[in-house]
């Protein structure tokens, strides 16, 4: 697992920049991918200073013009990908509102950033690990992917249908060397948490980097290797 090409998308903050850092320190070339320039060159520098190696790419996930210009330039930065981490997410529209309420086009722009822009990535990307007989795909999802929110409709829907993805890319790579897993990792003190939940208690929330760190050992450690693996990555035994 040491020295892999990494692509990590949703990179500028929370779980993706703190994952993004620790597989750097452990001698990985990450790849960030998000939508704003700024914020993802801060965490590359810091990655930088480390003593890591880290590449910036100000795309859209959702935007299906940008997915050949990520795995492109990706593979031009760090080489072919070894590890494909789809973290980038969107909540949709805030306060969060009945499905019902939902309006249609948001709706849509939720599963094209959280559903089908990792599916167009992983098609574009899984190719390759497949004919290299390696490679892991990573689907970061939610509990809301397993329980019926009331407001969390879209997103809840998106995630939902993503593990589900997770499940049958695996049923149809593993046999020829390419892992995915969908890991859940719980309620963190993030930026997006609070967009949807701005009552809640930061500190009964998990910190990124703490779960990046649990997310990190599952990687290195082959927890779930059986193809399609649902994780919770901060639970006792892992089990979802």
């Not at 390419?178 to 500190?203: F, K, Q, W």
Request: net charge negative; glycine share 12%.
């Amino acid at each position: 697992m040491q020295e892999q090409a990494v692509l990590v998308t949703g990179g500028s903050r929370g779980l993706g920049a703190a994952l993004a850092r620790k597989l750097a320190a452990r001698g990985d070339r990450v790849v960030l991918v998000g939508r704003h320039l700024a914020p993802l060159q801060k965490v590359a520098r810091g990655i930088h200073d480390a003593g890591g190696e880290a590449h910036v790419l100000a795309e859209d996930v959702g935007d299906k013009e940008a997915v050949h210009r990520i795995a492109g330039a990706a593979a031009a930065l760090v080489g072919p990908i070894d590890l494909l981490v789809h973290n980038a997410s969107t909540l949709g529209a805030t306060p969060l509102r009945l499905l019902l309420d939902t309006e249609c086009e948001d709706l849509e722009r939720v599963l094209q950033v959280n559903l089908v822009g990792p599916f167009r990535l992983s098609k574009v990307i899984a190719g390759s690990m497949a004919l290299r007989g390696r490679g892991t795909i990573v689907h970061i999802s939610s509990d809301a992917a397993v329980v019926a929110y009331p407001r969390w409709g879209a997103y809840g829907v998106s995630k939902a249908a993503l593990d589900h993805l997770g499940r049958i890319l695996a049923a149809e790579l593993g046999e020829v060397g390419v892992r995915v897993l969908s890991i859940d990792p719980g309620e963190m003190n993030t930026e997006m948490h609070a967009l949807a939940m701005p009552d809640a208690d930061p500190t009964t929330l998990a910190e990124p980097d703490d779960v990046a760190a649990r997310i990190e050992q599952i990687l290195a450690s082959g927890d779930g290797t059986l193809g399609g693996a649902r994780i919770e990555a901060m639970s006792t035994d892992g089990a979802a």
